[in-house]
């Protein structure tokens, strides 16, 4: 792991795959890094699965596949922490890139104002 394309977020038609001696050595590898704008997991066995999911934070996610989660408008995509704040896609672009805020008018109802 002591290479220079581990230590940088990759952009580019790179996938590095990273050998383990099992499951439990893969999550703390996951966890000893930044958290990836994009985590797969490839496995057939239901609690292996269940487990990346519920313990790996990343932007993304895909199990059994890559890059895939990008695909469809209706799933958000973006990163958290180093990898990025925030998401886009479809409704969810509209959310991110839009500032939501209260305004009181004691003659009419409360409302909500949204500016983009």
Request: aromatic share 10%; charged share 20%.
């Amino acid at each position: 792991m002591d290479d220079i394309l581990m230590e940088e977020e990759l952009f580019g038609p790179i996938l590095p795959i990273v050998t383990v001696d099992n499951f439990d050595d893969a999550l703390e590898k996951v966890h000893s890094l930044e958290k990836p704008l994009a985590a797969y997991c490839f496995a057939h066995d239901k609690k292996i699965i269940n487990r990346w999911v519920t313990e790996v934070c990343s932007g993304g996610m895909c199990i059994n596949d890559t890059i895939m989660h990008i695909s469809p408008e209706t799933l958000p995509f973006g990163g958290v922490g180093e990898s990025g704040i925030g998401a886009y896609h479809g409704k969810t672009s509209f959310q991110t890139f839009s500032v939501i805020f209260a305004s009181l008018n004691f003659l009419q109802h409360f409302s909500s104002i949204t500016k983009v």
